[in-house]
């Protein structure tokens, strides 16, 4: 498999629009990979997890081909996340000479959102799927399950783990310190790659809710090879990165290496 980060940033962005902090100053005058759009990936140029508002710019940039994308995972509906508003072009009237189904899954809110937004959808265009906690989607020859992320309060928020040919992705985030039913669930299960979030910063908690701080990334890296879910070979990358963590890019990148973890950017892709 491969993951490729269309984009890296927290809700904010960096920079943020509104922002003058060292962080979103230094990516306005020195842009590189300190400069990122919103969090979403791509599976093997097929797989999308997240849409992000900057959707359109992320893939004019990496050359990627919407027309390839077959599956569209969500996390929730918060807005970084869910830019729902851009499948518009895939409506009939709207986009031309398509001859394959996208299949949409996510939890109730985010279908129901989609159902209303794309309001007499051709089943030609979009297939709506219900994604149900810790029940597997096989899907192409992946293995698709969502897990319970500790998030937003009014939506169950998912995580996903995605398997393909004996090779293993967990997409963790948005999310603070996992539910005990998550960690229950991965417990013994081998991942060769797990992304996590780094919105909060240092803040002195290892078990925040909501988002993770740096405590918890490496409390979350010591819980997963205790359950046999990480070993020497297995990678774990940053990403939905903001930037109230006070770092740039360069910064992060020294500090989380001394650890052995990597910091994703916007554009990298990984083989697994």
């Not at 994308?69 to 072009?89: A, K, V």
């Not at 985010?110 to 979009?126: H, K, N, T, V």
């Not at 004996?166 to 997409?171: A, E, N, P, Q, R």
């Amino acid at each position: 498999m491969e993951i490729h980060f269309l984009g890296t940033a927290a809700s904010e962005g960096i920079p943020n629009v509104y922002c003058s902090c060292a962080v979103c100053e230094q990516a306005r005058s020195a842009p590189g990979k300190h400069r990122r759009t919103r969090s979403s990936a791509l599976v093997d140029r097929q797989i999308q997890i997240d849409i992000s508002p900057e959707f359109t710019c992320q893939l004019a940039r990496d050359g990627i081909d919407a027309r390839k994308i077959t599956d569209l995972l969500f996390t929730h509906t918060h807005p970084d996340h869910f830019n729902i508003g851009d499948l518009y072009s895939r409506m009939v009237g709207f986009g031309h000479g398509i001859n394959q189904t996208l299949n949409l899954y996510g939890n109730d809110i985010a279908i129901s959102e989609c159902a209303r937004l794309l309001s007499g959808y051709s089943q030609e265009r979009f297939k709506l799927n219900l994604a149900v906690p810790f029940i597997t989607i096989e899907r192409g020859g992946y293995r698709l399950t969502p897990l319970l992320a500790n998030h937003a309060v009014w939506e169950f928020c998912y995580l996903w783990f995605i398997e393909k040919d004996g090779k293993s992705l967990f997409y963790g985030h948005d999310s603070g310190w996992f539910p005990e039913l998550t960690w229950q669930w991965l417990a013994g299960k081998h991942i060769d790659l797990t992304v996590l979030e780094c919105t909060l910063g240092f803040n002195g908690e290892t078990h925040p809710n909501n988002h993770m701080s740096i405590e918890a990334i490496l409390a979350a890296q010591e819980k997963l090879k205790e359950l046999g879910c990480h070993d020497d070979q297995s990678q774990l990358v940053l990403s939905h990165i903001s930037h109230n963590v006070k770092m740039n890019h360069q910064e992060l990148e020294k500090l989380m290496l001394s650890h052995g973890i990597l910091v994703a950017w916007d554009g990298l892709k990984m083989e697994i």
